[in-house]
């Protein structure tokens, strides 16, 4: 598991150390709503939860990061990139679509085999919370070699229309709408303009993470405004989340926070490279292990409720389901990891 000197030389331990946490963070928000529900207005499940909503905007960016910043100028690129990343993923999932019917059957006693065929061929949702990410992150691959031709030949000058509009109508509007809602406003009703190529939420967070890097879209602005801007947005997302409100992704306030947190991370990148070699290949291997925990953590949400049933005080319960939820997942991708073949297949991971 310990990488090799050259692939030491290509890793960044800023992305890695930023991976590590965005998983740490989903693990938190499923902890946190396993222990006090969705609807709490609990002060600390608001605030476990807000740090859990970081999880996926910093995945995203790290998307864009990675895969916008590659090159598709030849057939072979392509081929490259969807033999060697697109069709693996897809693998990974349809793996674990027969998996979770497995466990549903065992858990429920039910088992449809139509609808696991309308799942693996994306017509129907499974029912597992955290599964939402997984089509789209499918859908947003099969198209981002397209993405990052488009991106790299335009002149960034020109990008920033799209990008405003998409914050506009994305972000913004859904904002609007669920706060007036909140407050007893009846919010205007919806944009009509069509937004069909502009990717949707997801699209954005990872053509933002591409610009935040690769051209350090914010490295003129203030680190002050940065925090000011962050410290607000946490103030305002835990208000609303108190009047009993569900945060969720496309809300503009979680995309400055989280684009905040990732620019400030950034810019210690530098500091990051004087880290040891064992921390380092600790972090890697973190890194390169987060998606399978992505995928296999939820086996372990339904006994670590039981587990945890008689405990009356919320925060240890949380504590001792998050710890399952970890040590759980860490032993199940373990189990596999020294198998290469096993590796790719079920946890995507080279």
């Known amino acids: 598991m310990t990488p090799t000197t050259a692939a030491k030389k290509d890793r960044r331990p800023l992305l890695d150390f930023l991976r590590a946490l965005a998983i740490f963070s989903v693990l938190v928000c ?23 909503r970081l999880g996926v905007p910093i995945f995203l960016f790290l998307t864009g990061s990675l895969v916008l910043g590659k090159q598709f100028k030849t057939s072979d690129d392509f081929k490259r990139f969807y033999v060697h990343n697109f069709l693996p ?33 994306f017509f129907r949702q499974l029912p597992i919370a955290p599964w939402w990410y997984v089509p789209m992150i499918v859908g947003i691959y099969l198209v981002l070699p397209f993405v990052a031709v488009a991106i790299q030949s335009v002149p960034k000058k020109w990008l920033a229309a799209p990008m405003a509009i998409m914050v506009a109508y994305f972000f913004c509007y859904e904002t609007y709408s ?26 954005f967070y990872i053509i933002l993470g591409y610009l935040l890097d690769k051209c350090r879209l914010l490295r003129k602005t203030p680190a002050v405004i940065l925090l000011v801007a ?31 947190i990732f620019e400030i991370a950034l810019r210690r990148e530098p ?21 399978g925990v992505y995928l296999c953590h939820f086996l372990f949400r339904d006994f670590a ?7 009356d005080w919320n925060f240890a319960r949380f504590i001792v389901i998050l710890a399952v ?14 198998s290469k073949r096993a590796r790719l ?4 991971s080279k």
């Open 30 to 52: 499923h902890s946190a709503q396993a222990t006090w529900g969705v609807t709490s207005t609990s002060l600390t499940f608001g605030v476990l939860k807000l740090f859990g």
């Open 89 to 121: 993923l897809l693998a990974t999932v349809e793996i674990w679509t027969v998996i979770y019917n497995l466990y549903l059957l065992a858990v429920t006693g039910q088992f449809d085999f139509l609808l696991m065929l309308q799942q693996m061929v």
């Open 178 to 203: 669920s706060y007036a809602s909140a407050i007893g406003i009846q919010p205007v009703a919806g944009p009509v303009l069509d937004m069909g190529f502009y990717g949707g939420m997801g699209g």
């Open 230 to 260: 962050g410290i607000v947005s946490i103030a305002v997302l835990l208000y609303f989340e108190h009047l009993d409100m569900d945060l969720w992704y496309s809300n503009v306030f979680i995309l400055i926070l989280s684009a905040s």
């Open 271 to 291: 500091s990051m490279g004087r880290i040891s070699d064992g921390p380092r290949s600790v972090l890697a291997t973190i890194s390169k292990a987060s998606f």
């Open 305 to 311: 409720v039981v587990l945890t049933a008689s405990i």
């Open 325 to 338: 939820l970890i040590v759980g997942s860490l032993v199940l991708v373990s189990v596999f990891w020294r």
């Open 345 to 348: 297949l079920l946890f995507d």
